[in-house]
C-alpha cells in the first residue's frame, strides 16, 4: 500500500483538485483507492458531490476523544465506485487543536486508525488542508510519500523551504523516510512568466519533480461544481488526459524500488517509545512479528508492506528486553539485521531488543 500525503501551506494551487482526480483515475485503472479528506473546508467530500453537513459520521471521528471507544471505518467509509472509498470531512475538524491540547501521542493517531482498516487498499490519498499543523502533521505519519502541487505562480516557491524542513522533522521522529514528489500544476504554457517559473521548480526539485504537468482547464473547476471527478466528466478534456497521465506515472513507479529501501535502517530501531521493526524480502507474501511483547502471538504483530521489498511495523513498548522472531510466510526466523541473539531452549534462537 502507498499512502499519499497531497500537502502545501499555500492555498489554491491545485491540492483537492489533485487528491480528488488522482484517486478517481487510479480507481479507474483497476487499484483500489481511499481518498481521506482531512481538511475542515470539505471540499474533496463536496467534489465528490457529498454534503459534509448531512453526513453523521466523517473524519473527525478518527481524532476525537469522545469517539474514540466507538470509531468503526465502517461507519465513515462511503464507497463512491467500485474501488473508490472516501473518508469525508466535516467543519468539526477545526475544533481538534482545541480537543486534543493535552492528548498524548495526538500527531500518530491517524496512523493508528489506517493500520486498522480491514479493506487492503492499494492506495491511500490524503488531501491536507492549507497549513502545517495537526491534521497535516498526522498525514504525514501516516503517509509513505508526499505530493507537494505547485501552481507556477510569483510566490509558489515561497514556503517551500519551511515545507521540506516539516517533512524531514517528521522523518527524524519517526525514522520512516518520506518520499516527496512536486507536481506542476494550473500550468499555463502560453504564459512566459509560467514557463520561467516552471523551470525554477524543476531546477530545485530536480529527479524529484513528477513528469507529468498539470495545465490549466476550467473543466477541473466545472468537474467540482458538479461534484464528479473530471473522468466522469469530460474524457476529452486536457484535464482527464493530465491526471490519468498522472495515475498512469505513480502507478509505474510501483516497478521501481522507492528511494526509501536505499536509506532504511533494518536493524529495530526506537523511536518515540516504539520499536519499528522492518524486515527485507521481495518474495514473502506476509510478514508477522511475535515475541515477548505479543505473547508470541504473531497475529498481532502484522508487518506491512513498504514499497516491493521492505516489511515494516511499529511497536510501542515500554523499558525492558524482548526477545522477538519475524514469520514469513509461516516460517519463524530470527531478525537476520540483528546481531543479538538469545539460546531458545530448543535447539535454536531469537533475537533481542532492549529499552532501556
Ligand atoms: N489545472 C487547473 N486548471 C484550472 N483551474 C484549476 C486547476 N487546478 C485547480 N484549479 C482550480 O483552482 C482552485 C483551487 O484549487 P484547489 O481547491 O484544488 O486548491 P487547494 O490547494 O486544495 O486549495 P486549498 O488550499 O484552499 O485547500 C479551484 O477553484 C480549482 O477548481
Ligand atoms: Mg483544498
Not at 9 to 23: I, W
Not at 161 to 181: A, D, F, M, N, P
Request: hydrophobic share 40%; with cysteine; glycine share 6%.
Amino acid at each position: 500500500m502507498r499512502t499519499f500525503s497531497i500537502i502545501n501551506q499555500k492555498g489554491g494551487c491545485g491540492k483537492t483538485t489533485t487528491a480528488v482526480n488522482l484517486s478517481a483515475c487510479l480507481s479507474e485503472l483497476g487499484r483500489r483507492v481511499l481518498m481521506i479528506d482531512l481538511d475542515p473546508q470539505a471540499h474533496a467530500t463536496l467534489s465528490f458531490a457529498y454534503q459534509p453537513e448531512k453526513l453523521r459520521h466523517s473524519v473527525y471521528d478518527i481524532f476525537s476523544p469522545s469517539k474514540a471507544g466507538s470509531f468503526d471505518w465502517n461507519d465513515i467509509l462511503i464507497q463512491y465506485s467500485d474501488n473508490l472509498f472516501i473518508a469525508p470531512s466535516n467543519l468539526l475538524l477545526n475544533f481538534l487543536d482545541k480537543e486534543l491540547v493535552d492528548f498524548k501521542g495526538k500527531e500518530r493517531i491517524l496512523i493508528g486508525r489506517i493500520m486498522e482498516l480491514q479493506i487492503p487498499f492499494d492506495y491511500i490519498i490524503i488531501d491536507c488542508p492549507p497549513s502545517l499543523g495537526l491534521l497535516t502533521v498526522n498525514s504525514l505519519n501516516a503517509s509513505s510519500e508526499v505530493i507537494v502541487p505547485v501552481e507556477p505562480s510569483f510566490f509558489s516557491l515561497h514556503g517551500l523551504r519551511k515545507l521540506l524542513e516539516t517533512v524531514r522533522l517528521q522523518e527524524e521522529k519517526t525514522g520512516h523516510i518520506i518520499r516527496v514528489q512536486a507536481l506542476a500544476t494550473i500550468y499555463n504554457g502560453r504564459n512566459r512568466f509560467s514557463r520561467e517559473i516552471l523551470k525554477e521548480i524543476q531546477e530545485h526539485f530536480g529527479d524529484n519533480l513528477l513528469t507529468t504537468t498539470i495545465r490549466m482547464s476550467v473543466r477541473l473547476k466545472e468537474a467540482a461544481s458538479f461534484g464528479t471527478p473530471i473522468s466522469e466528466y469530460n474524457r476529452y478534456s486536457i484535464a482527464y488526459k493530465d491526471y490519468n497521465a498522472l495515475a498512469t506515472e505513480i502507478i509505474l513507479q510501483e516497478e521501481q524500488s522507492y528511494p526509501v529501501e536505499k536509506k532504511v535502517l533494518l536493524k529495530p530501531q526506537l523511536v518515540n517509545g516504539a520499536i519499528v521493526f522492518r524486515y527485507k524480502d521481495p518474495k514473502a507474501n506476509a510478514v508477522l512479528v511475535a515475541g515477548d511483547f505479543n505473547n508470541w502471538s504473531p497475529n498481532e504483530g502484522i508487518m506491512k508492506k513498504k514499497g516491493s521489498n521492505i516489511w515494516e511495523t511499529m511497536i510501542p513498548l515500554d523499558p525492558g528486553t524482548y526477545q522477538y522472531r519475524f514469520v514469513v510466510d509461516g516460517k519463524w526466523l530470527p531478525d537476520p539485521n540483528n546481531p543479538i541473539k538469545a539460546d531458545d531452549n530448543l535447539g535454536g534462537f531469537n533475537s533481542v531488543v532492549t529499552i532501556s
